[in-house]
């Protein structure tokens, strides 16, 4: 709580309650959030993409795009961070429960997990999810 500033892997619109809360508990306002998606590998801002992981697969332009076309505030964002991993039976029931859902999703996973996703998954989503 001593440092001059903190970063979160975030964004404000999903946390912003407990965004305030630190901004509170440090006392002043030297809190940043980035996140979701990535810049553009060749862009001002390259250092940030290796650093984060790598490249996102989808480009922010066509991120906003697709957001754009959902009613707002129902949009579901799935991520369990860069060092999470899911089993190949967690993967599936995840899967299995966003096809039933009927909600706008973005599912972020590692492309190592990718492999779990089982085969139509994208087809049976539709427009639904990205």
Not at 1 to 17: A, P
Not at 24 to 53: C, F, H, N
Not at 94 to 122: M, P, R, W, Y
Request: charged share 20%.
């Amino acid at each position: 709580m001593s440092s001059w500033g903190i970063m979160f892997n975030t964004f404000e619109d999903l946390e912003v309650f407990y965004i305030e809360h630190m901004k509170k508990q440090i006392g002043r306002d030297r809190v940043w959030v980035v996140g979701p998606s990535l810049p553009y590998e060749d862009g001002p801002m390259a250092v940030v993409t290796i650093v984060r992981s790598g490249s996102s697969a989808v480009p922010p332009d066509e991120l906003l795009m697709w957001l754009d076309k959902k009613p707002n505030d129902f949009v579901v964002y799935i991520f369990f961070g860069s060092r999470g991993t899911l089993s190949e039976n967690e993967m599936s029931a995840l899967t299995s429960a966003l096809e039933l859902s009927n909600v706008h999703f973005i599912l972020c996973i590692k492309a190592s997990d990718s492999s779990f996703i089982l085969s139509g998954f994208e087809d049976w989503v539709g427009v639904e999810g990205l």
